[in-house]
């Protein structure tokens, strides 16, 4: 019955199903069969092709060919059939943190991406991967039949929370998010059941990068997304890409980044002077990480233009880009600058919140056309998000959280490292062992005080013409922070009553009234 658990009934009813595992009477069997291919391997693909395999089976096929493969691979090449030798080469695959990471060093950041297409692509690889498929449907149908108590109860559904938003316009949304810590109220609210909460089915989808993320907006391929929060402000003003107007619903994170360097340049760092001549990665151009940078660098005297490459690198690629030289920092953020430091490839210099203590970095958003056609359906999503913040805010919620993040298709990380951020409670890669409680926050409120100090990042490196920097016309219309307020009263919590605050930063203030005026300080202190 392991089989018949893994197949999917298209009609979503309740079938009587053959011994054989399929859907037909056992007396039909005969013609279920009949010029079905004899050779096993061609038998399970035509499977797949019918749709007979769910998605986690495959998946789990093509990581058990990925794992086998890899080791086999290096055992062969290196072992040469000595059992001391083999003995030996697991050991130092352990030492180098894994398959993946050993591969990442020898071929290059995309050697997971190119074995993957050999699996998928070669005679021979193609199937032994098929083969796999049975293996995988019997691991995941036993999985499916364990005792589910470890993990928590979703979140009950309440008719009152599931109708305050008036009757939903859509129900089945798919939200695309990056596999980051910052996506956290997105993310383990679709396993902790914060959607179901509020009446609504939410598909997650990882997305590759923020290009692609911004590039399936425009395209109308998602329902909402996970956006950094200068992203609504650059596609709406299209800086960068086509104009397309998307709204800032409400933030996901504050702090949750930092500065990490390659160990190759231990002890020749002490401040923003000495990342000169460095290549420093950072997720995307529209990103606050790409502006933190900037303000942290011109602090010390250099130009970000000029003096370093700030080049982008999607956040799954950044530990295998440090491993392999082709950055010597980062400004990422989370997990991967602790998955550096678990992987013994950097170590953190500086985290965020030292730059600007509870800075924003990531939001919610939606795109303005979507919001007009779905009113209800937009507001219970991000209540749903901004009750799911509320959750990740309580520090003893955090264990649950990271227990749930750290799953395949969510953040695929060791526990150790997800819990090390969210706990604040980690390893610097220097020998210290830090305890910053605050290390990350999930404060959903959209303050557009945020909104301005990007902008006036974004008119200082030339990232934005000046004459678009309509600063409080932009904020106002993009961050909306009088929703998330009112959401906020709803759900209990004691939201701010201004929309706007003055911004202390390390090195400087930043007065929301005078934008222009706190540009023209900064370059006047720096020279930069």
Excluded at 97 to 103: A, C, I, N, P
Excluded at 139 to 149: A, I, Y
């Amino acid at each position: 019955m392991v089989l018949a658990n893994m197949l999917q009934s298209p009609s979503g009813v309740e079938l009587s199903y053959c011994p054989c595992g399929g859907s037909h009477l056992p007396q039909d069997h005969w013609q279920f069969t009949e010029g079905m291919p004899q050779d096993p391997a061609d038998l399970i693909q035509d499977l797949i092709k019918m749709g007979l395999y769910q998605q986690p089976v495959l998946d789990l096929a093509e990581s058990l060919m990925d794992i086998e493969l890899k080791e086999a691979l290096l055992l062969q090449q290196v072992g040469g059939g000595n059992p001391d030798r083999e003995k030996f080469c697991r050991e130092l695959i352990r030492e180098a943190g894994g398959l993946d990471q050993v591969f990442a060093a020898a071929f290059g950041v995309h050697a997971t991406e190119f074995f993957s297409n050999t699996i998928r692509n070669g005679n021979f690889t193609r199937r032994e991967f098929l083969k796999r498929v049975v293996v995988a449907a019997a691991l995941v149908g036993m999985t499916s039949c364990r005792d589910k108590t470890a993990n928590p109860p979703p979140a009950e559904q309440s008719p009152t929370a599931a109708n305050s938003a008036g009757n939903l316009e859509k129900k089945n949304l798919t939200i695309g998010f990056i596999p980051i810590t910052c996506a956290t109220p997105i993310v383990m609210s679709e396993p902790l059941g914060f959607y179901q909460k509020y009446g609504l089915n939410v598909t997650v989808k990882k997305m590759p990068n923020w290009a692609a993320v911004r590039d399936s907006a425009i395209a109308g391929e998602l329902d909402a997304y996970h956006m950094l929060s200068p992203m609504p402000i650059s596609i709406t003003l299209g800086l960068g890409s086509a104009s397309f107007p998307i709204k800032l619903a409400s933030i996901e994170n504050i702090n949750g980044q930092a500065i990490t360097i390659a160990l190759k340049h231990k002890d020749k760092v002490k401040g923003p002077a000495d990342f000169k001549g460095f290549t420093i990665g950072v997720p995307f151009p529209f990103s606050m990480h790409n502006l933190l940078l900037r303000y942290y660098l011109a602090t010390g005297g250099l130009d970000p233009d000029q003096d370093v490459k700030i080049t982008p690198v999607p956040p799954p690629d950044s530990v295998a880009k440090m491993t392999s030289g082709d950055i010597d920092a980062m400004l990422m953020p989370d997990p991967f600058n602790q998955r550096a430091v678990f992987e013994k490839v950097g170590y953190i210099h500086i985290l965020s919140k030292e730059l600007w203590p509870n800075h924003p970095c990531c939001a919610f958003a939606a795109g303005q056309t979507w919001i007009d056609a779905h009113p209800n359906t937009f507001k219970a999503v991000n209540k749903a998000i901004i009750d799911a913040a509320g959750y990740a805010n309580d520090r003893a919620n955090r264990a649950t959280i990271a227990a749930a993040l750290i799953e395949r298709k969510y953040l695929n990380q060791p526990l150790p490292v997800v819990e090390a951020v969210l706990s604040g409670k980690f390893e610097d890669g220097l020998g210290n062992t830090q305890d910053v409680p605050d290390r990350i926050g999930f404060d959903p409120y959209p303050w557009q005080s945020f909104a301005k100090w990007i902008m006036s990042q974004l008119v200082r490196w030339d990232l934005m013409p000046k004459d678009k920097a309509e600063y409080d016309k932009v904020a106002k219309e993009i961050f909306l922070t009088d929703t998330a307020r009112e959401l906020a009263k709803e759900l209990g919590q004691t939201p701010p009553t201004e929309a706007a605050k003055t911004e202390k930063l390390k090195f400087d203030s930043f007065d929301p009234a005078n934008p222009q005026a706190y540009i023209d300080a900064q370059i006047k202190q720096n020279k930069v």
